[in-house]
């Protein structure tokens, strides 16, 4: 069975090389800056995802959260309905795993970790 961490990183390659490929078809529109940010930043987190070591105490849930919101927006602005649907469409993969794995707190949304929940371990003394 596949960890967080391992469904996070592969829903963000998927994502990054579908906006991948919606660059290269459209890229005189409005919101190409936008889509190559998201690209390049979800490429540089799924690297540092593979090779790291530490735990996933991060926010990225709510990063990618509000990243995923931004983009929504700003390609609903254009006059292409096809395009903005290609758009969503490259999302969603990122979408799925930030709905089945985020949970809400006090610092926003947030991933469980792989190690241990968010709750400090207690030692059992016997």
């Known amino acids: 069975m596949a ?14 090389d579908r906006l991948n490929a919606l660059l290269s078809l459209w890229p005189s529109k409005g919101s190409h800056d936008d889509l190559e940010f998201a690209r390049d930043l979800m ?8 090779h790291s070591e530490m735990p996933m105490y991060i926010n990225d849930a709510q990063t990618y959260a509000d990243l995923l ?6 390609t609903e602005k254009e006059n292409d309905a096809a395009y903005s649907g290609e758009v969503s469409n490259s999302l969603e993969p990122l979408r799925i795993v930030i709905r089945k794995y985020a949970r809400k707190t006090d610092k926003g949304l947030r991933f469980p970790t792989d190690e241990r929940g ?4 207690l030692s059992i003394k016997r």
């Open 3 to 16: 960890s967080v961490r391992d469904e996070f990183a592969a829903a963000l390659k998927l994502t990054a």
């Open 43 to 50: 490429l540089s987190r799924r690297n540092q995802l593979r």
């Open 69 to 74: 919101d931004r983009l929504t927006e700003s």
């Open 118 to 121: 968010d709750q400090p371990m």
